[in-house]
Nanobody, 113 residues
């Protein structure tokens, strides 16, 4: 089982990045997915998620970030626009089904002012 993120990096404030997460080793379609982040000195927080109930975003990213999934390719994405320095964090993708919880290794996003 693997979740592998890519697409992180350094960007100026106001810029955009798209994170990708490739899933393998499990039936991706069956799982709820999410993107989390851990900012320096903070605990890990949910940024965006897709469940059977729909799509949800944290207030801090609503209107700027978009989560999506491609079940045919076993991929999930996080499109991040209008980035601000406060978005600097390690971003993790997650897939969850009942008590089963898979995590990626994380990808660093740094937004310079």
């Amino acid at each position: 089982v693997q979740l592998v993120e890519s697409g992180g990096g350094l960007v100026q404030a106001g810029g955009s990045l798209r994170l990708s997460c490739a899933a393998s080793g499990f039936t991706f379609d069956d799982y709820a997915i999410g993107w989390f982040r851990q900012r320096p000195g903070k605990s890990r927080e949910l940024v965006a998620g897709i469940t059977s109930a729909g799509t949800d975003y944290s207030d801090s990213v609503k209107g700027r970030f978009t989560i999506s999934r491609d079940n045919a390719k076993n991929l999930m994405y996080l499109q991040m626009n209008s980035l601000i320095p406060e978005d600097t964090a390690v971003y993790y993708c997650n897939a969850k089904l009942q008590r089963v919880d898979y995590w990626g290794q994380g990808t660093q996003v740094t937004v310079s002012s």
